[in-house]
C-alpha cells in the first residue's frame, strides 16, 4: 500500500450512449497539489464529478485506501468536498448562511473556529456578509464557493478551474490561497484550462485528452515539455 | 346583503382562510424542498380531525394501529437497505423509530384515551399521532424516488392520496364526525359574535408562521431546507442529505395538517374525505403564490377564505367553481411572466 489519499482505477463514465471516460487512473499523495489539465471537453470536469460521486462511474475509487462511500454526502463527510465549475451556491441565502451550511456536518464550536479562519483569510468575504451571496462579482462568488468548502475542514478539495471567468489579478490571489492550503494539511486535486498557472502550484500532472491519461509526470517537468507548451500551453 | 350578514362572511372567510394559509405553507414548504405536491395534505387533515373527535368520546382511534402499520412498512424497507452497510448503529436507529416511535404512541394513546383529559390535552395526543405519519409516508412513497421527475412524484402523490382516503375510509367508515370544541366561550365584538375557537385559529395560524420564520432563518437545519430549495446539487455538495431534509419538511408538513384538522374540526362536520377539497384549497393558495413565496401565499389563502364565504353567499352552487376558478387568471399571468433563465 502506498499511502495514497485518492486512488481512481479505470474509471469510466458515460452519458447515455457516449463513453466521454475511457477508463482513466490517477492517483494522489496526502498533502499534495495534482492538476489535471487539458483542453475542452476532454472530461477534465466529469472526472472530478465521478471522483465526487456527482455523476455516476464505473471502476475502482480508493479514498484513504478504502473503498469511497457511495452518496455525496457521505463523500463529504469524509472529508472531500468540490467546488464545482459552476459554483453552486445558495444565491438567494446570505453569504453569512453560505459559509455557515458550509460546514453542515461540523459541530457549531467546530464551525465558529473555521469561520474566524475563514473571514480572515477572506476578508472581502466578511465585509460582505449580509449581503445575497447572487449578488456578489465573479471573483467573490469564486471566494465563497472555496470558502464554504474550506468549512466543511476537507482533507481532500476537488477544485474544477477556480479561475474560469475571473480576471489575472484574481486567478494569481486564488491559486495563491490554494497553494497555501497544502500547508495546512489539505490535499488538491485541480482542475484547470489554465495549465501554465496550475503547473506552477502544482506537485503532479496529468494530461488528459479525450477521455484518456495521455501524460504524467512532476509538474515541472510537464511545465518545460516542448511538445505540451506548443498544444496546450500556448506559446509565449 | 346588509353590513351584518357581510360581517359575518369576512369572519368566516377569515377563519377559513386561516386553516388555508396553513395549509398553503405546507404545500409550498413541501415542494420547495423536496418537489412534491403534497395531495395527500387533505387526508392528514381529516385524520387529525378524525382521530381527535373520536378521542373526545374516550374512545382509542384507529389512527395509532394505522401509525404501527406504517412504522413497520417503514422498516421492512430500512431493513432491506440496511443490507448495504450491516452498520449496528443504523440498526438500532431503524427500529427505534420505526418501531420503537409507534409503539411509543400506540402505548400512551391507549392509557390516555379513556381518562377523559382536557380538550387541548386531547387535540396534542391527535396531533402527535398524526404529524410521525408524514415521516413513514415519505419513507414509504417519496424517498425511494427522490431523483425522479416532478410529474412522477404527482402520479405518486394522486397515488398516495388514494390510498389514504380508502384507509380513511375503512378506519373511520363513512359517517361525519365533529369535534367538540377545544374552548366553548365566546364573546361580542361590536356586532360580532367571535367564538373562542376562531380566536384560537387564528393564533395558531400566526404561532406557526413565526415559528417557521425562526425554523427558516435562525437555524441550521431550516437554513439547510432552504437551501435544498434553492439549489438541490450545492446542499448536497455541503453534504446536506436529501433524506434528511424530504422527511424534515414531510414531517413539518403533516404536523401543520395535523393542526388544521384539529382547528377545524370543532367548526364543521368532518368525513374521511373531507379533506381533500380543504388541501386542494390550500393549493389554490400555494398556485397564488407562485409555489414559491409563503407571504404571498398566506395573503392569497386568506383572499380565498374570502372569495369562498361571499361565493357561497351570493352563488352558493357556483362556490367551489369560482373558488378554483381563481387559479386559471393567475396560471396565464404566470406562464406570461416566466422568464426561464438559470440562476443559482
Redesign the interface.
Known sequence: MTGSLLDLKNIHVSYGHAEVLHGISLSMEPGSIVTVIGANGAGKTTLLNAA?G?VPSTGTILYDGKPVP????AR??AGM??V?E????????SVE?NI??????RTAAERNETRGELYDRFPRLAERRKQLA?TLSGGERQMLALA??L??RPRLLLLDEPSLGLAPKIVADILRIVAELRTTGVSVLLVEQNARAALEIADFGYLVELGEVKRTGPAGELAVDPALMESYLGVG | MDATIATFLIQDGLTNGAIYALLGLAIVLVFAVTRVIFIPQGEFVAYGALTLAILDTGQVPATPKLLLCFGAVAFLLDLWSWRRSFAMRDLVKNIALNLGLPLAIYGAVLYLAPLQLPSFIRALIAVSIIAPMGLYVYRIAYRPLADASVLVLLITSVGVHLAMLGLGLIFFGPEGLRAAPLHDGSFTLGPLLVTAQSVLIYLMTILIMVGLYFFFEKTLLGKALRATAVNRLGAQLVGVRTQLTGSTAFVLAATIAAISGVLLGPITTIYYDTGFLIGLKGFVAAILGGMGSFPITAIAAIGVGMVESFASFFASNYKEIIVFGLIVPVLIWLSLGANHHEED
Open positions: 465526487m456527482v457511495r452518496s455525496v454526502e463529504v463527510a468536498c468540490l464545482p459552476k459554483r453552486e451556491l445558495f444565491g438567494s441565502m448562511d455557515e451550511l458550509g460546514g453542515f456536518l447572487g464554504r468548502a468549512m466543511s
